[in-house]
T-cell receptor
Framework: TQLLEQSPQFLSIQEGENLTVYCNSS?????LQWYRQEPGEGPVLLVT?????EVKKLKRLTFQFGDARKDSSLHITAAQPGDTGLYLCAGPFNAGKSTFGDGTTLTVKP | DSGVTQTPKHLITATGQRVTLRCSPRSGDLSVYWYQQSLDQGLQFLIQYYNGEERAKGNILERFSAQQFPDLHSELNLSSLELGDSALYFCASSVETSEGIYGYTFGSGTRLTVV
């Protein structure tokens, strides 16, 4: 059973389009993290959201934590080819470890 | 450069063999986490060490073991390798607050191919 479900699994769009990817769970998380991973590299932390309803912006990326702290979304405005990658959400599970979703593979075509 | 160093970057070995993956955490970080990433199972937590002691264990096979040395570098030992062990293995340091784990800093990983 996957604690964190991410959707869509794959997304291919043209440069300049907007997109939203989702991270959902039936469990409450004290925080959720978003990472971007490029081929052959480790995931890179983008943001951590902690408070229910919280919205954080990182340039063209907007992250939202659900009011009930069970879900989160990542919205990208005017996507660029450099945004291409695997987007992972993760949350603390038990002491000393986090659980990761399976990720959304985003391809932005020039 | 994340500050977390993993070696080797690539490893090709035969079934039944044993390999050792090495990780140096960021300077000053006491925790080391090992994760396995495969195509069919995503990123799976294996084990955590904190200042030389095992702190948490995840889905780590009995054929796998790890340790953290006094200089805080860690090694993940994989033995009796099977084809299904082929994956990316990541080491990470964590940023923790009073509310829990804030996030991880990952190394570039070791790509293990078992043939």
């Amino acid at each position: 059973t996957q604690l964190l479900e991410q959707s869509p699994q794959f997304l291919s769009i043209q440069e300049g389009e907007n997109l939203t990817v989702y991270c959902n769970s039936s469990s409450v998380f004290s925080s959720l993290q978003w990472y971007r991973q490029e081929p052959g590299e480790g995931p890179v932390l983008l943001v951590t959201v902690v408070t229910g309803g919280e919205v954080k912006k990182l340039k063209r990326l907007t992250f939202q934590f659900g009011d009930a702290r069970k879900d989160s979304s990542l919205h990208i405005t005017a996507a660029q080819p450099g945004d291409t990658g695997l987007y992972l959400c993760a949350g603390p599970f038990n002491a000393g470890k986090s659980t990761f979703g399976d990720g959304t593979t985003l391809t932005v075509k020039p | 450069d994340s500050g977390v160093t993993q070696t080797p970057k690539h490893l090709i070995t035969a079934t039944g063999q044993r390999v050792t993956l090495r990780c140096s955490p960021r300077s000053g970080d006491l925790s080391v986490y090992w994760y396995q990433q495969s195509l069919d199972q995503g990123l799976q937590f294996l084990i955590q060490y904190y200042n030389g002691e095992e702190r948490a264990k995840g889905n780590i096979l009995e054929r796998f073991s790890a340790q953290q040395f006094p200089d805080l570098h860690s090694e993940l030992n994989l033995s009796s390798l099977e084809l299904g062990d082929s994956a990316l293995y990541f080491c990470a340091s964590s940023v923790e607050t009073s509310e829990g784990i804030y996030g991880y800093t990952f190394g570039s990983g070791t790509r293990l191919t078992v043939v």
